[in-house]
């Protein structure tokens, strides 16, 4: 497909982690899921710089992310003045560029997506993973990711909306390395994401489960 390619955009591999399919080398899944808002997602981050993705400190050996020099993820709203949002923020950093590492670098594992996502979350990943490399597809370019919210739940359990500018993204073929630049900007380049993210053992926030809404207004 000549589509540009709207980041984690997967098929749904089960009702609690629904994504709509718009990516370049994605197969035709399930259809997206409208989650738009989640109750009580008016607490929100302010802009600021955006997390490290290398280990903060905290004592816990995180794998190393590294994309390539032509792929950019900007983050905005990391620091928020409250440690644990910004922990949930930083987590939920590290688990887009691992995904994103994992569909632009070729290797035989890639141990930080594992890290930072689990159950549904894990295996919509995965799908999204396998989407591009069946396919022979990857992209290149710059995503920004805005309006981050958190919003704690129960405890050990949080939601993090946010919404992806992906207008500057250009799918690219790995059979012939060329890259398709002619695609012009619209709606579908704004998503809108809403995901869960669960604390484990470890004090690690995975993203347990994701949906997201292309073309959402709110994000535009």
């Not at 994309?67 to 949002?85: A, I, Q, Y």
């Not at 390395?177 to 053992?201: H, M, Q």
């Amino acid at each position: 497909m000549n589509r540009r390619p709207t980041l984690l955009a997967a098929a749904a591999v089960t009702a609690a982690a629904v994504v709509s399919l718009s990516a370049c080398g994605g197969s035709d899944g399930a259809g997206s899921k409208d989650s738009d808002k989640i109750a009580g997602s008016d607490s929100g981050t302010e802009k600021g710089a955006s997390p490290s993705a290398k280990a903060p400190g905290d004592g816990v050996e995180r794998p190393e992310i590294k994309l390539p020099k032509d792929v950019h993820n900007v983050f905005e709203g990391g620091r928020t003045g409250d440690p644990k949002k910004d922990a949930v923020l930083a987590d939920n950093e590290r688990w887009v560029n691992s995904l994103i590492e994992a569909v632009t670098v070729k290797a035989k594992d890639h141990p930080a997506l594992k890290f930072y996502a689990a159950g549904d979350g894990l295996l919509s990943s995965a799908e999204y993973v396998q989407g591009f490399q069946k396919n022979k597809k990857s992209f290149i370019g710059t995503t920004r990711y805005y309006n981050r919210q958190v919003t704690f739940l129960k405890d050990g359990v949080a939601a993090v909306t946010y919404c992806q500018d992906g207008k500057k993204t250009y799918p690219k073929d790995l059979k012939t390395g060329a890259v398709d630049r002619s695609i012009k900007p619209s709606a579908n380049d704004y998503t809108f994401f809403n995901t869960r993210v669960k604390k484990n053992a470890k004090g690690i926030w995975q993203t347990d489960s994701v949906t997201s809404t292309a073309g959402a207004k709110k994000c535009m």
